[in-house]
């Protein structure tokens, strides 16, 4: 698996980002949102049980992640269409404010380290990247466990002070000063 301080891989794939079949399926690439801080949150697959649960629970923070100038990007191995479908058939996913890309050939995946190899699905793994493309936080969860978009802030915001930040700590909280 690809870890911190590693740059995070090229890739180019199709996203769902509508309900709306005639103008929902931009391409998205590692150029696309140059210049901001990349969340990507790999998720196993549409039609689950948690699933869902994360991608609302992201998209409820997204003006959080915003104001932090950083674009949430969700993915799994599933299509765009399966994405659209899964989109219109729940209404809670209706109106996500971010992305779904579709690494249906697998490869985003499998160059990360996150391809379950008995499952054939993404693993339910967060990358946080910053904006020069390199590989900040890495987070895996059993297929089975939901992820906490606030702790995705929280090591966020820990990220981008460029401090040395203690167990627990939170924005607007003292950071660590070594004495020179």
Known sequence: MLGVGQPFPSFSVTATTT?????GFPTIDNKTYSGKW???????????FV??????GFGKKIKDF????????GASVDSEFVHLAWRQHNADLNDLPYPLLADVKRELSASLGILDEKAGVSQRATFIVDPEGIIRFVMVTDLSVGRN????LRVLDALQTDELCPCNWKKG????????
């Open 51 to 56: 699933c869902p649960t994360e991608l609302v």
């Open 66 to 73: 915003k104001d932090r100038d950083a674009q949430v990007l």
């Open 38 to 48: 990349l969340v990507f949150i790999f998720y196993p697959k549409d039609f689950t």
């Open 19 to 23: 309900t709306h079949l005639k103008d």
């Open 173 to 180: 909280e003292d950071t660590i000063h070594l004495d020179k």
């Open 149 to 152: 978009p606030d702790e995705v």
